[in-house]
């Protein structure tokens, strides 16, 4: 951001009559930008939310500082966005935030009216996923050993409520067919008993499941998305398997505290998108298999978080899953 399009953006702010005092004194931001990440460090979420954080320097007048604000699973550092009123601290989060009001009865924060989604920034498939022994050679093969076997079955997940377990309840709705589920903690814990074929069927997001695939150590039956991974160019999607609209990701967005001047979240809406067209981000991030979004606004990105949180929630009551 140039000097004239930082004094516009101060005097855009000062003629809204902004209450809070950290924005009302020469222009936004005035300090450093937290982006707090409610996972932990080196992780999946973690990489992309450090990439985007340095890349966006060149747009923004002060430095963004993750902060990994980890525990009871997102909603620690969930907690912290919602409650923070310094104009200046955002949540880079993923699909578990739309999953959060249909699996706690009782939340600290409104997961949707304490929130305004800033920017949709990538998306990452998920892949129907089975070990290299399993029978099923495709979605038609899984569904009649389904049939074959009603509950008898086992798919493994990274939690109870995850993602993971979501997607696969999703899979299962759409083949009709029913599986017992086994959840563990994080899908590094379940990867051994699906190579060793203990458990026959695992969705896993597309980051984690290609390097077994590619080697041959597990078989990649569909991906669910709407595009083909160029990694597993022979893997079909689940549209193209015979399923269409039969979609999971896990995708990453910024989210601005609720009251957050309309000047503040296009200004990091445009940070966030002149860094996700970089060549040097594509790159690295076409390495986890996202593919990034580079024309995200605040309304397109609050439409998918809200189709996404519909969705999840079906889902989720549907299959009747709780959380402890």
Do not use: C
């Amino acid at each position: 951001m140039n000097r004239r399009d930082l004094l516009a953006t101060g005097a855009a702010l000062l003629s809204g009559g902004l209450a809070a005092p950290a924005l009302a004194q020469g222009g936004w931001p005035n300090q450093p930008i937290r982006l707090v990440v409610p996972f932990s460090a080196g992780g999946p979420t973690d990489i992309p939310a450090r990439l985007f954080a340095e890349q966006m320097a060149p747009s923004l007048p002060q430095r963004v500082i993750v902060e990994n604000r980890t525990g009871a699973g997102v909603l620690v550092g969930t907690e912290v966005v919602a409650k923070a009123n310094d104009g200046h601290t955002f949540l880079y989060t993923t699909v578990a935030h739309a999953a959060l009001r249909a699996l706690f009865q009782r939340l600290p924060f409104d997961p949707i009216g304490d929130f305004m989604p800033v920017a949709l920034v990538g998306v990452i498939p998920l892949v129907v996923t089975v070990g290299k022994d399993f029978a099923a050679r495709d979605l038609a093969g899984l569904q009649a050993a389904l049939k074959a076997d009603p509950g008898g079955l086992s798919y493994a997940s990274s939690g109870n409520g995850g993602a993971l377990h979501l997607a696969t309840e999703l899979l299962l709705r759409a083949l009709d067919g029913r599986a017992l589920h086994v959840p563990y903690r994080g899908t590094a814990a379940a990867m051994p008993d699906v190579l060793n074929g203990t458990i026959p069927l695992i969705v896993d997001v597309a980051t984690s499941a290609l390097p077994y695939a590619q080697r041959g150590e597990t078989r990649a039956l569909a991906i669910m998305g709407n595009q083909r991974l160029p990694q597993l160019p022979a893997v079909p999607t689940t549209a193209e398997a015979g399923y269409p609209g039969l979609e999971a990701y896990t995708w990453h967005m910024v989210l601005a505290p609720k009251g957050t001047p309309q000047p503040v979240i296009q200004t990091m809406n445009q940070a966030l998108m002149r860094a996700a067209a970089l060549p040097a981000v594509q790159s690295r991030l076409s390495d986890l298999a996202m593919r990034l979004v580079t024309d995200s606004t605040p309304e397109s990105a609050t439409a998918w978080l809200a189709a996404e949180t519909q969705k999840w929630t079906a889902v989720i009551r549907e299959a009747n899953i709780t959380v402890n």
